[in-house]
């Protein structure tokens, strides 16, 4: 997660509290407060969640892009999970959240599974995918 000094420049991010284990401020968008933020990377794990304050509307995939390139650098991969049934909580309606665990890497899929990265070639797809079916 970025600290606070690189937070403080993050176009459309609003500061308004900061404490000891994250902060708390508002995203813009097109001038406007569209939704509350809240960070922390206490408790072994690194989190941010966006909660626009339109309570009808959810967060879109690029929305959710734009919130995490401004709370985690480019190398961090981070997760928006779906708890088992018996662990969801929904406390504020469309509120959505990215977590990343401090002490360990994320497991992410080969990219190969999600789709073609770029310029691939043939020969570089076919091996990439034959490398991912030699692991199971």
């Known amino acids: 997660m970025k600290t606070i000094d690189e937070l403080k420049s993050v176009p459309n991010l609003m500061i308004k509290h900061t404490s000891v284990d994250g902060g708390m401020g508002e995203m813009w968008k ?8 809240i960070w922390s990377f206490g408790g072994g794990w690194e989190h941010v969640s966006i909660a626009p304050y339109n309570r009808k509307y959810t ?16 190398d961090e ?15 504020v309606p469309n509120c959505l959240h990215l977590w990343r665990p401090i002490e360990s890497e994320l497991p992410t899929p080969p990219s190969i599974m999600v789709g073609v990265r770029g310029k ?10 034959e490398s991912v079916l030699k692991k199971s």
């Open 30 to 37: 097109a001038g406007r407060p569209f939704a509350s933020v």
């Open 120 to 129: 691939q070639s043939e020969a570089e797809i076919k091996k990439e995918i």
């Open 77 to 91: 991969a981070a997760v928006q999970y779906h708890p088992t049934k018996s662990e969801y909580v929904n406390n």
């Open 59 to 74: 967060p879109t995939w690029d929305e959710m892009c734009i919130l995490k390139n401004s709370f985690f650098r480019d």
